[in-house]
């Protein structure tokens, strides 16, 4: 298992239910003593019912992850697709402001929004998941991060492989193996043109300027950038006369520089052919607003790929919070890295087969 030390403590071990009714009050937002813990991890989320009767969810950014630079980035996105009237949970503008500080953290409060997971075995679901993706991303597309990182092949995949290795995180029993299949996972991202397009250091170069794709190239644009299921909050359409029927996307802490397929491959899940159809159908939604490129297709497993060595190295240098060993206690062991040597070694097979067809 990954080694922390005995007498570390974490910063959020400091961050007992009193801060948290501290810090809101500092900013005039009093509780009424109500408070839930809501699942995160990057971060510490709560549900808070002030004395006025609203009920709010209080975010703390995660103590050294993000500049006040890129957290405003991502507030500022959040504002432009909520002024184009596409439902993103963003955060409330408090004493003139959307960031606030308290006894050493960061933290934003936003309204709060319940709802279910989507179904996505619905067909109609998919469409309708797919139309809002293409409104967020025409937003995305009108101007380029400045701050926020690129989804690209140096930082989610070249980075994580060496920071592993480099502090001994792969057990030496499997870590030829996981070295070697890391490697020739990477060599074949790089070794495809479309990819190194999208996904290679020219993510970051093109994130600085005018303009966010390459005449010959696949674009880029402003993401979603971590929009799996649980980050879309589906209200039913018998929903409250306040409540607009459909999907709601929350979570922008992810957002970041990278290309559109990124915001539709993680909502497709089982075989070949099921994942083609569930792709096909959010794609027919989306371009009833936008065009898709098909090009983009060829990204899928890559982008998986980049996704779990990331994924592996997130989990390593995150170990010293006391609440990652109590929700992933399997992290660390051989059979966990065997585990990852055998989906690499798939990922590369996957990444030799054509792309699906939408």
Known sequence: MPECPAEAVHPYQRLTPDVVQDALAAVGLFGDGRQLALSSYENRVYQLHLDDGNVVVAKFY??????????????????????????????????????????????????????????????????????????????????????????DLQTFGVVPRQWLLAHDQVPLDVQSAWEKASADALDLIAANAHCLEAISQKSI?????????????????????????GNILWTPLEAPADRLPGPHFVDLDD??????????????????????????????????FRPFDRRELALIEPLRTLRLLHYSAWLAQRWSDPIFAINFPWFGTSDYWHGQVVMLQEQCEAMQEAPLVV
Do not use: K, N
């Open 205 to 229: 170069e093109l994130s600085t300027g005018d303009d966010v794709a390459s005449e010959a190239g696949i674009g880029i644009l402003r993401l979603h950038g971590d929009c799996h299921p």
């Open 62 to 151: 995660r103590p050294g992850r993000w500049s006040d630079a890129q957290i405003h980035e991502e507030h500022a996105f959040a504002a432009e697709l909520m002024a184009a009237e596409i439902p993103v949970v963003g955060p409330l503008v408090v004493q003139g402001q959307t960031l606030h500080h308290h006894a050493g953290f960061s933290f934003s409060v936003s309204p709060s929004r319940g709802g279910r997971y989507p179904e996505l075995d619905d067909a109609d679901v998919l469409e309708w998941v797919g139309r809002f993706l293409a409104r967020i991303h025409t937003v995305g597309s009108a101007q380029s991060f400045v701050v926020r990182p690129a989804l």
């Open 255 to 288: 957002a970041r520089m990278g290309p559109a397929v990124q915001d539709l491959w993680m909502l497709t899940s089982g075989s070949r052919a099921q994942r083609s159809r569930q792709l096909g159908l959010l794609v027919d939604g989306y371009e009833q």
